[in-house]
Nanobody, 123 residues
Framework: QGQLVESGGGSVEAGGSLRLSCAAS????????LAWFRQAPGKERERVAR???????YYEDSVKDRFTISKDNAETILYLQMKSLKPEDSAVYYC?????????????????WGQGTQVTVSS
């Protein structure tokens, strides 16, 4: 049974930076696809970035060149470095994990989820 726990959220001004962490247990980073999602009030949960078991990373256009997803396989910690933050980045951020090389295409396809961490960016 996998468990994911996010941390690192907070309040920052526009243009600032934050680093989110997701500590995992029961999840082998060498065999799982990992991702960060976010959900703003009144909006659907959306994927932000994902990293495959082989280390290949992919980003949504809205965060490309501003966010960096990375992982520590040995410590089983997933990271999301966020810079040049904008007010529209404000949301609850979740990490997710699913076994296999291919990452699920839909939100409902992910097996494990964290409880979320709030990120608030003020203008």
């Amino acid at each position: 049974q996998g468990q994911l726990v996010e941390s690192g959220g907070g309040s920052v001004e526009a243009g600032g930076s934050l680093r989110l962490s997701c500590a995992a247990s029961g999840v082998s980073f060498s065999r799982f696809c990992l991702a960060w999602f976010r959900q703003a009030p009144g909006k659907e949960r959306e994927r932000v970035a994902r990293i495959r078991a082989d280390g290949m990373a992919y980003y949504e256009d809205s965060v490309k060149d501003r966010f960096t997803i990375s992982k520590d396989n040995a410590e089983t910690i997933l990271y999301l470095q966020m810079k040049s933050l904008k007010p529209e980045d404000s949301a609850v951020y979740y990490c997710a994990a699913d076994p296999g090389l291919a990452c699920p295409a839909y939100v409902s396809g992910w097996l494990y989820w964290g409880q979320g961490t709030q990120v608030t960016v003020s203008s």
